[in-house]
C-alpha cells in the first residue's frame, strides 16, 4: 500500500479515536478498531480494495445516527475530515455510500452494491455477533436505559427504523430482534463460515439466560425467553436420554416442550413435601455415607437442582397437557408416583409407557428403560394408536396412594417386581454382586478392576440403580470380608476386587461367608448341569450321522471303516460315559438338595 494512504489511515484512526474514545454503548474506539481490523482481512480473502475497506470501517460509526443528533450534519462533518486528509473525491463518494447503507435499522436497511461495502458491512455485523457481541448488546442496552429482560415486553418481529430506534425493547429480546438473524444476512462467503460459531454461540448463551431464568421460576412457562406463550403441552422425562430424543422427535413440533425431573428415587430416602427441609437433609447425609467418586459439594449440587426442579415444576404441570414418559423401570415408575402425588385431579394427563408398547409389538425386544430407545422407536410410540395412555381421577389416585405407602416404608431401597414398586433392604443386589465376581473370574488371587464388576451386575441383571450405588454395596462386600480388594477404595476406578477364599473364612463375617458359599455352589451348580446337557446333546447329534455319505477320505484307512469304525469308537465313548454321567447326575441331584436345604435355613 502507498504511503499516502497508509498516512491517511493513520489519520483516521487518530480522527476516530478522538470521536469514540468515551463512548460507552458499545460502538467505543475499540469496536471501530476490530471492525477494520476484520474488513482488511476479508478484503483480503475476497479480493476487495483492502484501503477502502479499512478507512470506510475506521469512519462507519462517526456519523452513526444512533449516536448523533443530526445524520445530515455528522455526513457533512466526515466529508470535510476525508477532504482535508486527501482522500480523493472517488474514494470518498464510495465511502459515503457505504456508510449510508450500514445500518440494520430494524430489517429496513437498503443492500450494499460494492464489493468494498459488503465486506464493512459484514464486519460491523460480525462485530455484533459471539461473546463480544453479546457484551456489547448488554452494553448498548445499558446506556439507553433499557431492561436487561421483562417479560411483559415481547420482542418485535417487523418494524419501521423510527419503531427499531425508539420502541420498547430489552436486551434479551434484541437476540431475536436482531442478533440471530445477521448469520443468515452475511454478504460473502468468508463472513458467512465466521459468522456460524459466533450465531451458535449467541443461541447458547440465550439457552443458558433462559435455564437460570427457570431456576426456583414457578412461572417460568409464562416468562421464560424461549417458550412463554409458545407451549401447548408439556413432556415430562425422569431422565437426560429419554428428554434429549423426546426433543430430537418433537423438532418440528416447537409448541410441545420437554423437562427432565432427573432424580433416582430408587436409592435413597424419599424426599416428602410435607417435610422437605428434613428429606432433603436426609436424603444428602445418605449419599455422603455412601457415595464415592463425587465431593460432597457436587453431590449436593445434583440433589440440589432436582430439589429444585421438583419443588416449582408440579405447580406449571397443572395448567396445561402432560405427557409423562415412564416405562416399566423402577425409577421411571417412582417419578410418575411422585409427580402425580403433586397434580390432584389433574384434566389432561397421558402416561406414555414406551417400554410395555414396544415390547407388546416385538416380545424379543424388552427395554430395561425409556432412555435405552431410540427416537426412532418414540416417534413409533407416539404415532400408534394405543401408544398413549390418558389417566383417569381413578388412576391418578391410585398412583398417589401408592406413593404414599413407600413414603411411608421408610426404606432406602425399592425395585420393580412382577410389576409392583417394592421396598427391599439395600443388601438386596449382594449375591448379584458376588456372582459377578465368580463369573468374572476374579478368585483364587485373581483380581478384576471394580468398575468391570459393577458393569457386570448392572448388565447382566438389568439392575436400574446407578453403578453408584452398586459399587458402594461392593465397597460394603469388602469391609464385611466377602470380598479383598488391591489399589485405593476412594474412586470405583482405583481398585480391583477378588472373592476371599474358602480358606480365609475368619475375613469374612458368617452371614457373608454363607452368602459367597452359597453362590459359589449356586454357579458351578449351574455350569456342571450346562456341561452334563450339552455332552448328551453332542453325543446324540454325532449318533445320527451318516459317516458314510461324508465321504471323509482319511488316510490309510480300510474302505469300509466309516461304516464300522465311526460307529465303534463312538459306542465306546458312550459306553464309558453313561458311568460318568451316573456319577455327575448323583452328584447333581446331592447337590440341589444341599441347595434346597441352605435356602430353608436362609428362610427360619
Known amino acids: 500500500m502507498e504511503a499516502e494512504k497508509i498516512h491517511i489511515l493513520r489519520k483516521a484512526e ?22 477494520s481490523r476484520l474488513a482488511r482481512m476479508l478484503a483480503v480473502f475476497e479480493g476487495a480494495n483492502a484501503f477502502l475497506c479499512e478507512l470506510a470501517s475506521l469512519l462507519h460509526d462517526v456519523a452513526d445516527e444512533k449516536l448523533n443528533d443530526s445524520k445530515e450534519a455528522a455526513i457533512a462533518r466526515l466529508e470535510t475530515w476525508m477532504t482535508q486528509a486527501g482522500v480523493v473525491r ?103 463460515l465466521l459468522a456460524e460459531g459466533r450465531h451458535q454461540g449467541m443461541q447458547y448463551f440465550k439457552k443458558a439466560f433462559d435455564n437460570e431464568w427457570e431456576i426456583g421460576n414457578e412461572a417460568y412457562l409464562r416468562e421464560s425467553p424461549l417458550y412463554r406463550g409458545k ?7 425422569f ?35 410435607e417435610r422437605l427441609y428434613e428429606s432433603f437433609a436426609e436424603r444428602m447425609r445418605w449419599y455422603e455415607e455412601r457415595y464415592n467418586g463425587l465431593t460432597a459439594d457436587e453431590w449436593k449440587l445434583i440433589q440440589l437442582e432436582a430439589a429444585i426442579r421438583w419443588e416449582v415444576w408440579p405447580e406449571q ?40 408398547v414396544l415390547h407388546q409389538r416385538n416380545p424379543d425386544i424388552r427395554y430395561k428403560n425409556t432412555g435405552e430407545i431410540t427416537p426412532c422407536e418414540l416417534q413409533k410410540v407416539l404415532d400408534l394408536p394405543d401408544g398413549i395412555m390418558r389417566l383417569s381421577v381413578e388412576d391418578q389416585e391410585r398412583y398417589r396412594q401408592d406413593w404414599f405407602r413407600l413414603l411411608g416404608e421408610n426404606g432406602t431401597l425399592r425395585i420393580l417386581q412382577n410389576g409392583e414398586l417394592i421396598t427391599v433392604p439395600e443388601s438386596y443386589y449382594d449375591e448379584e454382586i458376588l456372582k459377578a465376581v465368580y463369573r468374572v473370574e476374579a478368585r483364587f488371587g485373581h483380581f478384576r478392576k471394580s468398575a468391570r464388576v459393577v458393569g457386570e451386575v448392572i448388565g447382566s441383571a438389568e439392575i436400574d440403580t446407578g453403578d453408584s450405588f452398586i459399587e458402594y454395596r461392593v465397597r460394603h462386600l469388602i469391609n464385611e470380608g466377602a470380598l479383598v480388594y488391591e489399589g485405593s477404595l476412594d474412586a470405583m476406578r482405583n481398585y480391583s476386587v477378588s472373592l476371599v477364599d474358602s480358606g480365609h473364612s475368619d475375613q469374612q463375617s458368617e452371614s457373608h461367608h454363607r452368602l459367597a458359599g452359597i453362590v459359589k455352589l449356586r454357579t458351578l451348580l449351574g455350569e456342571l448341569a450346562e456341561i452334563n ?27 469300509d471303516y466309516a461304516d464300522k469304525g465311526m460307529p465303534a469308537l463312538l459306542q465306546q465313548l458312550i459306553l464309558t460315559q453313561q458311568p460318568h454321567d451316573r456319577n455327575r447326575v448323583e452328584l447333581i441331584e446331592k447337590l440341589v438338595q444341599a441347595m434346597q436345604a441352605m435356602m430353608e435355613s436362609e428362610e427360619k
Open 317 to 356: 404441570l397443572t395448567a396445561v397437557p402432560c405427557f409423562i414418559w415412564a416405562g416399566d423401570s423402577a425409577k421411571e415408575l417412582l417419578g410418575l408416583l411422585r409427580l402425580l402425588s403433586h397434580l390432584p385431579g389433574h384434566p389432561e394427563l397421558y402416561h406414555v409407557n414406551a417400554t410395555k
Open 14 to 35: 487518530e480522527f476516530a479515536r478522538s470521536v469514540h474514545e468515551n463512548d460507552a454503548s458499545g460502538h467505543d474506539w475499540w469496536h471501530v478498531k476490530r471492525v
Open 533 to 559: 446337557l450339552r455332552e448328551r446333546s453332542i453325543i446324540e447329534q454325532l449318533k445320527g450321522i451318516n459317516w458314510r455319505d461324508l465321504d471323509l477320505g482319511l488316510p490309510n484307512m480300510p474302505a
Open 90 to 192: 472517488g474514494d470518498r463518494a464510495h465511502i459515503l455510500s457505504i456508510i449510508a447503507n450500514m445500518s440494520y435499522a430494524g430489517g429496513t436497511g437498503a443492500g450494499m452494491t460494492t464489493l468494498e461495502g459488503k465486506i464493512v458491512q459484514d464486519a460491523d455485523r460480525l462485530d455484533a455477533l459471539g461473546a463480544i457481541g453479546i457484551a456489547r448488546t448488554f452494553a448498548y442496552s445499558g446506556w439507553k436505559g433499557q431492561k436487561i429482560y421483562d417479560p411483559s415486553i415481547m420482542p418485535r418481529d417487523h418494524m419501521t427504523r423510527d419503531e427499531y430506534r425508539k420502541g420498547e425493547s430489552t436486551a434479551i429480546n434484541h437476540f431475536d430482534e436482531k442478533l440471530l438473524k445477521l448469520k443468515d444476512l452475511m454478504n460473502t462467503d468468508a463472513a458467512r
Open 231 to 237: 407451549v401447548s403441552c408439556v413432556h415430562v422425562a
Open 239 to 273: 431422565d437426560t436420554s429419554t428428554a434429549g430424543s423426546l426433543r430430537i422427535i418433537l423438532r418440528s413440533r416447537p409448541d410441545e416442550f420437554v423437562i427432565v425431573l432427573d432424580d433416582n428415587l430408587m436409592v435413597g430416602p424419599l424426599p416428602d413435601a
